[in-house]
Structures are given as structure tokens and as C-alpha cells.
């Protein structure tokens, strides 16, 4: 399984990124597919979580700015994130678990796409 992550970049504070998180398996529509963040000198964080029937879950620090979605037939997950603060600066990984949500401990992680909020 391989996971392609790709989208982050410099923005400044209040701007807008798309990620994209792109799976080489056919098995995506059966797998959650989440994001999970990790900042210079800090533990990696669940960002927010979808499931195979397109509910999603998202951390308190992203609610109402960060939209998880997912293109089945693309086998692509995407991470919309809106009003960036400087503090949503870390590195973003994409992780897909298949079987849904309660197998997102273990599941396949994607590399990561560094994004950085600065003026």
C-alpha cells in the first residue's frame, strides 16, 4: 500500500491549503482515511478522521476551519484547512486503515507534506 501526500507548503496566517492524500489500492472505499499532524518538538496529533461512509471527526483545534473528504473512485482523501493560524504549522501525514475506523491504530501511514504557516 502506498499513500501520496502531497499540497502543503508556505501560507500566510489566514490563508487557505488543499491537501490531497492519494492511495495506490483499490481498497480505499473500505478503509477511514485520516490526518495527523506533528509540530517541531511535539507528539503527533489526530487532525481529523473519515469513515467509509463519509462521517467525519476532527480534533477541537480544527473544528470549523479543516474539512476532511474523500473521492472513492479517485482513491483520493483531501484535507481542506482554511483561516491557518501559525500554530497549524507541522508536518501533515495521511494514514488509511482498512476495515474502518476501529482498525486506525495500526492501518498504512502516507510520507509526509510539511506545511508552514508564516507572514
Known amino acids: 500500500v502506498q499513500l501520496q501526500a502531497s499540497g502543503g507548503g508556505l501560507v500566510q496566517p489566514g490563508g487557505s491549503l488543499r491537501l490531497s492524500c492519494q492511495a495506490s489500492v483499490s481498497i480505499f472505499t473500505d478503509s477511514a482515511m485520516a490526518w495527523y499532524r506533528q509540530a517541531p518538538g511535539k507528539q503527533r496529533e489526530l487532525v481529523a478522521v473519515v469513515d467509509t461512509g463519509g462521517s467525519a471527526h476532527y480534533a477541537d483545534s480544527v473544528k470549523g476551519r479543516f474539512t476532511i473528504s474523500r473521492d472513492n473512485p479517485k482513491s483520493t482523501g483531501y484535507l481542506q484547512m482554511n483561516s491557518l493560524k501559525p500554530e497549524d504549522t507541522a508536518v501533515y501525514y495521511c494514514?488509511?486503515?482498512?476495515?474502518?475506523?476501529?482498525?486506525?491504530?495500526?492501518?498504512?501511514w502516507g510520507q509526509g507534506t510539511l506545511v508552514t504557516v508564516s507572514s
Open positions: 494514514k488509511l486503515a482498512p476495515g474502518g475506523l476501529i482498525y486506525l491504530a495500526g492501518g498504512y
